[in-house]
Structure formats: C-alpha cells, structure tokens
Nanobody, 116 residues
Framework: QVQLVESGGGLVQPGGSLRLSCAAS????????MGWYRQTPGKQRELVAA???????NYADSVKGRFTISRDNAKNTVYLQMNSLKPEDTAVYYC??????????WGQGTQVTVSS
C-alpha cells in the first residue's frame, strides 16, 4: 500500500488562508486523479475537491469559490489553497487518489482549525 503525506495545516482565524500540500510517488501521480478529503469527529470522510491528470477540477458545494485544488506534475504534489476559511472548515484533511482505495492507503492527515 502506498501512503501519502499531507502537510500545511494549522490554526487560522476565520477569513484566513492556508495551503495544504500532498506529496505522492510519481507512479501514483501519473496514473490517478487526486482528491482532498476531510473528516470531523462523528462524521464520514467527505470529498472536498478533486483534480484529474488533465487538471479538470470539481469541488464540494460548501467550498466552491473559496478553495482551489491544483497539481504540480513535476513535483508529484497536489495542493489545496483554502481562502476565506470558516469555523465549519475545521477538520482533519487528507489527500488520496480519487476515488480513494487500493493501492493507496489513508495517511495521517493534517489538522485544520479555524477559530478566533
């Protein structure tokens, strides 16, 4: 199983911004569409944004216009730029292939906390 490594989370005030990064192996990056997901306690993990190998994107309604997913094929990295953050964006954020599943397993995720 391949595990991805997420980074860039932290504590930010409402209205602030963060950029998350996810480094993947070249094999995974070259084969699969990639996605960012998030999970809060007691809730199912949900898709936040996804990007195909050709950089077509789609977003959850709750983040449209505020979040931007992108990928750097040279660095095998996918990003999530999060602007105008709201307290309800607080969650652990994960990246995975899209749709998720073998051979890629879930990593540790990165905590995003939006609070004043």
């Amino acid at each position: 199983q391949v595990q991805l490594v997420e980074s860039g989370g932290g504590l930010v005030q409402p209205g602030g911004s963060l950029r998350l990064s996810c480094a993947a192996s070249r094999t995974i990056f070259s084969i699969y569409a990639m996605g960012w997901y998030r999970q809060t306690p007691g809730k199912q993990r949900e898709l936040v944004a996804a990007i195909t190998r050709g950089s077509s994107t789609n977003y959850a309604d709750s983040v449209k216009g505020r979040f931007t997913i992108s990928r750097d094929n040279a660095k095998n990295t996918v990003y999530l730029q999060m602007n105008s953050l709201k307290p309800e964006d607080t969650a652990v954020y994960y990246c995975n292939k899209h749709p998720p599943g073998p051979p890629v397993s879930w990593g540790q995720g990165t905590q995003v906390t939006v609070s004043s």
